[in-house]
Antibody
Framework: QVQLQESGPGLVKPSETLSLTCSVS????????WSWIRQPPGKGLEWVGY???????NYNPSLKSRVTMSVDMSKNQFSLKLSSVTAADTAVYYC??????????????WGRGTLVTVSS | QSALTQPASVSESPGQSITISCSGT?????????VSWYQQHPGEAPKLMIY???SRPSGVSNRFSGSKSGNTASLTISGLQAQDEADYYC??????????FGGGTKLTVL
């Protein structure tokens, strides 16, 4: 069974870059979409962006200028970088995936989420 | 892109049925049959309950069903149980090849 695990700093200073990595275990990353979804404390879900295993990406228009997603197939990992963060970027960040052959909007695989707080 | 519109909260008694709506535009909900629904219990990651408007992933109870009419999608839960009490989110693919979520609906089973 495929499992996802987020890793990265839990605290980031304002104006710096948030960097998270998602490790995929129990299966291959091939033929699948991989995404990041975030949830500010007490609020709803926000889609950050998705990436096909080949590396093509699509980002939330409101975050597009600050987001970069990448994949490292050799390590079975994908990553998120969000630059120039502010307090509004404080959220639980979930790394998620679509089952092999499924569409990007069918998110059936979820990490447990990691809280990233932006504060000086 | 604007978030899809869901009621903030709904409530119903055990054993009854309830429907949660998700309103969008012709650029998202109305434009494709690519609406998903997620259930989230407090402190947990969301779980996919419905995809492509009305399809159920393996393992999801058939008490959960989805439908769509025009720019509005709906999630119906029949035979409500205490364990169904959770937050529910809809999402849709968009004409910009992005994904947009609804604001979420808190379901209370009275």
């Amino acid at each position: 069974q495929v499992q996802l695990q987020e890793s990265g700093p839990g605290l980031v200073k304002p104006s710096e870059t948030l960097s998270l990595t998602c490790s995929v275990s129990g299966g291959s990353m091939s033929d699948s979409y991989w995404s990041w979804i975030r949830q500010p404390p007490g609020k709803g879900l926000e889609w950050v962006g998705y990436m096909y295993y080949s590396g093509s990406t699509n980002y939330n228009p409101s975050l597009k200028s600050r987001v970069t997603m990448s994949v490292d197939m050799s390590k079975n990992q994908f990553s998120l970088k969000l630059s120039s963060v502010t307090a509004a970027d404080t959220a639980v960040y979930y790394c998620v995936g679509s089952a092999r052959g499924s569409a990007s909007w069918v998110v059936s695989l979820w990490g447990r989420g990691t809280l990233v707080t932006v504060s000086s | 892109q604007s978030a899809l519109t869901q009621p903030a909260s709904v409530s119903e008694s055990p054993g009854q049925s309830i429907t949660i709506s998700c309103s969008g535009t012709s650029s998202d909900v109305g434009g494709y049959n690519y609406v998903s629904w997620y259930q989230q219990h407090p402190g947990e990651a969301p779980k996919l309950m419905i995809y492509d408007v009305s399809s159920r992933p393996s393992g999801v109870s058939n008490r959960f069903s989805g439908s769509k009419s025009g720019n509005t999608a709906s999630l119906t839960i029949s035979g409500l149980q205490a364990q169904d009490e959770a937050d529910y989110y809809c999402s849709s693919y968009t004409t910009s090849s992005t994904v947009v979520f609804g604001g979420g609906t808190k379901l209370t089973v009275l």
